[in-house]
């Protein structure tokens, strides 16, 4: 049996070797059940989506935001023509 303390916040770790067992990652969601007097946290699946985050990146280092006020800075130029 593995043993926590809860902080002032009421924040518990969750030991290591159980991340990694259930492959918890920052950020995961956990759903708290109470049965016969006993806390369950269970895993939640992760949003598909939320997955994605990050791996549809360009090859090159510039930024989308970048690109995309270049191209703004363009179209004012062609307008004031």
């Known amino acids: 049996?593995?043993?926590v303390v809860i902080s002032e916040k009421g924040q518990i770790c969750i030991p290591s070797s159980l991340r990694q067992r259930f492959g918890l990652q920052k950020g995961d969601r956990l759903a708290?059940?109470?049965?016969?007097g006993a806390i369950i946290l269970r895993p939640l699946p992760?949003?598909?989506l939320?997955?994605?985050?990050?791996?549809?990146?360009?090859?090159?280092?510039e930024k989308?935001?970048?690109?995309l006020l270049q191209e703004r800075t363009v179209d004012r130029e062609?307008?004031?023509r």
């Open 64 to 67: 989308l935001t970048d690109l």
């Open 46 to 48: 992760r949003h598909p």
């Open 50 to 61: 939320l997955a994605l985050r990050g791996k549809l990146k360009g090859a090159g280092d």
């Open 32 to 36: 708290v059940e109470e049965s016969d």
């Open 78 to 80: 062609r307008e004031q």
């Open 1 to 3: 049996m593995r043993k």
